[in-house]
């Protein structure tokens, strides 16, 4: 994987733990980021076997409430569905909190380091200006109201785009890569959408 693939990847996963100060996070090590992208990643892992849990206890009570009804049993078998899906988010994180050790081992560290905090500290010094960007995007939607992970690929993107001279399609590609490890299921066509919508936007506002 490229540097500046896994610093994004980085970037994602350790903000929410991270100094919310600028001054804070350009003293941050590599080291720092993947702890904190580790303990993100596991911290999901474990809520989504926990709700599985919950959601496989529920779905056997129906099928022993009721295995002639249909309705029981086909609501049992959703349940069951959802454990499925569940169980492999988590597993699917337990993966990733592997994985990006040994990617970081297999790159220029000090790229990743660098390219990785000036993401979270453009995110965090540019935050107004980069959701005022994003609210305009957004149709019939409110930032506040999209899942913590959508907002920061999202606001990850405008920094790409606005204030690292990324190309606008390098940047939504790579957005769009993250939606799908680590949104929900549909999360890469909303972020895809709103990402085109500003790239529309900044394009009218530059015509004459």
């Known amino acids: 994987m490229q540097a500046r693939r896994i610093a994004r990847e980085l970037a994602l996963l350790s903000i929410s733990q991270l100094p919310a100060k600028p001054e804070k996070l350009t003293t941050q090590k590599l080291q720092d980021l ?23 206890q529920r779905s056997n009570a129906q099928l022993l409430k009721s295995e002639t009804r249909t309705s029981d049993v086909e609501s049992a078998r959703a ?5 499925i899906e569940l169980t492999q988010t988590a597993i699917n994180r337990v993966g990733s909190s592997i994985e990006i050790p040994e990617f970081i081992q297999l790159t220029n560290q000090s790229d990743v380091r660098n390219y990785a905090v000036e993401i979270i500290t453009r995110l965090v010094s540019e935050r107004s200006e980069i959701d005022a960007i994003l609210e305009n995007a957004l149709v019939d939607w409110q930032l506040s109201r999209l899942a913590r992970i959508d907002q920061d690929i999202l606001r990850m993107a405008i920094v790409d785009m606005v204030y690292l001279g990324i190309d606008q399609r390098v940047a939504i590609n790579e957005a769009i890569e993250l939606a799908k490890r680590y949104s929900g299921e549909d999360g890469h066509r909303f972020i895809n959408g709103v990402l085109r919508r500003v790239t529309e936007q900044k394009l009218a506002g530059s015509k004459p």
């Open 34 to 56: 993947v702890v904190a992208s580790v303990r993100t990643l596991a911290t999901e892992a474990r809520d989504a076997l926990e709700t599985a849990s919950a959601e496989l």
């Open 79 to 83: 349940m069951l569905r959802e454990t």
